[in-house]
């Protein structure tokens, strides 16, 4: 709420070129509230903000900012003002900015970073998105197991003010490869003459820079880690994530898993909603609203070939919706469940019989409790309707109450089917289940409800 109260005047003073103002203010806040409060302001804007403040104070801001708008004010930065703030970036922000400026703007700025900067940008750059390695970090203390506990202190305070991570230190053997850990807990209180090798423990997990981000994520929530290893191929220590970007990751898949949840394609921006252009909200959306409504053709049809059991008796119009709705919500929380299950590696699809199974037993009391309510339903609201003399309320209470409780098994059984026959064919569960399921379930649903009306009621 405070952020949102002071943007405006900070935007104000922006406008009116007071930044020495500005400087000051944002000089007394942590980085990250900072990047808020200049969020909305235009690229421009905030280069020339940025210009105003100590290399260090506009690097750690910068950093903090959407990667869209990083990447729009970075465009318009002067040479000399890009290389100064690639050289104050972490790593793997550096890394990040290199991938998103224009090509030709980077080789010009290339040539002028120190050479283990222009490595560390070509070696985290290279590996694609979504991966451990496009998230990792070069900044980790290690150290060879054959040094004594003192040589280790030593270099630490050599070292250590220019890592990212300086209390876990980690071991290498002979080959160079990774083999133990200490904490620096560790090192003060172990003897001075003692050898790391003789008071490393065990790694407690490791990830390679190929395998899925998500993975990486997982590990580090699973193990309760601070940051988690990188290796390669021949076990080789290449980098490490820390546990802030882990969480970075969580947060921007959960944001993806419940847009496409909603049936929202496309890459996940992390501008704000009223920066995005309606344009790409648009393109976003439309894509899965416009194959939906091809499939709700299918509705209509089924709707259509029983329009004549529906001019026979009317009554069952009106306990559509509540078919409808029983189905997509039941269906929705077996897909929510099991997609949820799937992310947490509780489930796969080798599981699907076990699943079914489950599914099918809770899916059979949710469709009694629910049948039975849509008979008694009938029963107490339906004596007002016209219904042909040859059947009676409770002969429809019973057909409606039992289409009801049917459609429920299935909704369920489908809810819970789709998100691993998609984790089964690599598709992304939460874009396949929930936008298909609604639909998938009201054509079934449909076809369980006429069909079951039809047979009981000879209509």
Not at 12 to 28: G, H, I, M, P, R
Not at 266 to 278: C, V
Request: aromatic share 6%.
């Amino acid at each position: 709420m405070m952020n949102e109260l002071l943007a405006p005047d900070i935007e104000t003073l922006v406008k009116e070129n007071k930044y020495a103002d500005v400087v000051q203010f944002l000089s007394a806040h942590h980085p990250t509230e900072d990047a808020e409060l200049i969020a909305d302001l235009k690229p421009e804007e905030i280069r020339k903000l940025l210009k105003n403040l100590d290399p260090q104070a506009a690097a750690d801001i910068f950093c903090e900012l959407p990667d869209a708008l990083q990447s729009d004010t970075a465009e318009l930065m002067s040479q000399s003002e890009l290389t100064t703030m690639l050289e104050k970036l972490p790593p793997d922000e550096r890394a990040d900015l290199a991938k998103s400026i224009p090509e030709s703007q980077l080789d010009a700025v290339l040539p002028f970073l120190a050479k283990k900067e222009r490595d560390e940008i070509k070696e985290l750059a290279s590996y694609p998105e979504g991966t451990a390695g496009s998230v990792m970090t070069t900044d980790y203390i290690a150290f060879p197991e054959l040094l004594t506990v003192q040589q280790a202190i030593n270099r630490i305070r050599l070292e250590g003010a220019q890592k990212a991570a300086v209390s876990l230190i980690f071991m290498l053997d002979t080959e160079r490869k990774l083999c133990g850990y200490v904490t620096l807990e560790d090192l003060i209180l172990a003897k001075p003459l003692a050898t790391l090798e003789s008071i490393k423990k065990p790694l407690v997990a490791e990830i390679t820079a190929e395998a899925d981000r998500e993975e990486a994520s997982y590990k580090i929530t699973k193990y309760g880690l601070i940051v988690l290893p990188v290796v390669d191929d021949t076990g080789s220590l290449i980098g490490i994530i820390t546990h802030d970007d882990a969480m970075d990751v969580v947060e921007e898949e959960r944001t993806e898993d419940m847009e496409r949840f909603m049936a929202i394609t496309g890459k996940h921006q992390d501008t704000s909603y009223l920066q995005t252009p309606a344009l790409t909200q648009f393109s976003r959306r439309v894509i899965w609203l416009i194959i939906l409504a091809f499939m709700d053709f299918i509705s209509g049809a089924v709707l259509q070939s029983y329009q004549n059991t529906l001019s026979t008796l009317m009554l069952l119009a009106f306990y559509m919706p509540m078919l409808t709705d029983m189905g997509g919500n039941t269906g929705s929380q077996s897909a929510t469940v099991i997609v949820r299950a799937i992310a947490l590696k509780e489930v796969g699809p080798h599981d699907i019989f076990r699943v079914i199974w489950k599914e099918l037993r809770i899916s059979l009391m949710l469709g009694v409790v629910l049948g039975l309510i849509a008979f008694l339903r009938v029963e107490l609201t339906g004596g007002s309707s016209v219904i042909p003399a040859a059947l009676s309320l409770t002969q429809i209470g019973i057909a409606i109450g039992l289409a009801l409780a049917v459609q429920v098994v299935s909704a369920t059984i489908i809810g819970a089917v789709l998100p691993l026959l998609s984790s089964a064919f690599k598709f992304d569960p939460a874009l396949i289940a929930s936008p298909a399921l609604t639909t998938i379930v009201d054509i079934t649903g449909l076809l369980i409800y006429f069909g079951i009306a039809r047979a009981m009621l000879h209509i």
